[in-house]
Protein backbone atom coordinates (compact mmCIF):
# COMPACT_ATOMS: atom_id res chain seq x y z
CA UNK A 1 0.00 0.00 0.00
CA UNK A 2 1.18 3.45 -1.16
CA UNK A 3 0.63 6.51 0.78
CA UNK A 4 0.77 9.23 -0.78
CA UNK A 5 1.58 12.89 1.34
CA UNK A 6 0.58 16.17 -0.28
CA UNK A 7 2.86 18.82 0.08
CA UNK A 8 1.63 22.29 -0.24
CA UNK A 9 2.35 25.67 0.84
CA UNK A 10 0.28 27.56 3.70
CA UNK A 11 -2.15 29.68 1.99
CA UNK A 12 -2.19 28.36 -1.40
CA UNK A 13 -4.53 26.27 -3.60
CA UNK A 14 -4.92 24.40 -6.59
CA UNK A 15 -8.09 25.27 -8.93
CA UNK A 16 -9.40 20.52 -9.90
CA UNK A 17 -10.36 19.48 -12.99
CA UNK A 18 -13.86 20.30 -11.71
CA UNK A 19 -13.16 23.79 -11.59
CA UNK A 20 -13.05 24.32 -8.08
CA UNK A 21 -10.70 25.66 -5.18
CA UNK A 22 -10.69 24.99 -1.69
CA UNK A 23 -9.67 28.05 -0.07
CA UNK A 24 -7.72 28.19 2.98
CA UNK A 25 -9.18 28.67 6.26
CA UNK A 26 -7.04 31.63 7.27
CA UNK A 27 -7.92 33.86 4.39
CA UNK A 28 -11.35 33.00 4.99
CA UNK A 29 -11.37 33.66 8.75
CA UNK A 30 -9.51 36.82 7.97
CA UNK A 31 -12.06 38.20 5.48
CA UNK A 32 -15.04 37.33 7.82
CA UNK A 33 -16.50 35.04 5.60
CA UNK A 34 -18.59 31.94 7.40
CA UNK A 35 -19.75 28.91 6.32
CA UNK A 36 -23.12 29.55 4.46
CA UNK A 37 -22.05 33.08 3.20
CA UNK A 38 -22.76 33.26 -0.69
CA UNK A 39 -20.15 34.81 -2.58
CA UNK A 40 -20.02 36.01 -6.03
CA UNK A 41 -17.24 36.27 -8.18
CA UNK A 42 -16.17 39.67 -9.85
CA UNK A 43 -12.87 39.21 -12.59
CA UNK A 44 -10.41 42.17 -11.71
CA UNK A 45 -7.73 41.70 -14.28
CA UNK A 46 -6.09 38.44 -15.89
CA UNK A 47 -5.46 35.83 -13.24
CA UNK A 48 -7.07 38.17 -10.60
CA UNK A 49 -10.76 36.62 -9.55
CA UNK A 50 -12.38 38.60 -5.97
CA UNK A 51 -14.96 37.38 -4.11
CA UNK A 52 -17.34 39.62 -2.67
CA UNK A 53 -20.00 38.57 0.02
CA UNK A 54 -23.41 38.83 -1.49
CA UNK A 55 -25.74 40.49 1.00
CA UNK A 56 -29.65 40.17 1.09
CA UNK A 57 -31.48 42.83 1.34
CA UNK A 58 -34.20 42.14 3.11
CA UNK A 59 -31.95 40.46 5.99
CA UNK A 60 -30.23 44.13 6.16
CA UNK A 61 -32.99 46.31 6.28
CA UNK A 62 -35.27 43.75 8.27
CA UNK A 63 -36.69 45.28 11.69
CA UNK A 64 -34.26 48.49 10.52
CA UNK A 65 -38.17 50.85 11.30
CA UNK A 66 -38.48 49.05 14.73
CA UNK A 67 -40.02 51.98 17.21
CA UNK A 68 -40.90 54.68 14.09
CA UNK A 69 -44.65 53.26 14.13
CA UNK A 70 -46.40 53.69 17.78
CA UNK A 71 -48.37 50.49 18.30
CA UNK A 72 -51.38 49.67 16.39
CA UNK A 73 -50.61 52.49 14.26
CA UNK A 74 -49.90 50.16 11.50
CA UNK A 75 -52.85 48.24 11.87
CA UNK A 76 -55.01 51.32 11.44
CA UNK A 77 -53.23 52.63 8.25
CA UNK A 78 -53.81 48.57 6.64
CA UNK A 79 -57.55 49.05 7.68
CA UNK A 80 -57.84 52.54 5.40
CA UNK A 81 -56.03 50.54 2.47
CA UNK A 82 -59.02 48.13 2.31
Known sequence: ???RVKHRRRGYTRVSAKHQVTLPVEALRRAGIRTGDT??????GPGQVLLVRDTDPVAEYAGALTGVY??????ELRREWA
Open 39 to 44: LRAEVQ
Open 1 to 3: MST
Open 70 to 75: SPGELE
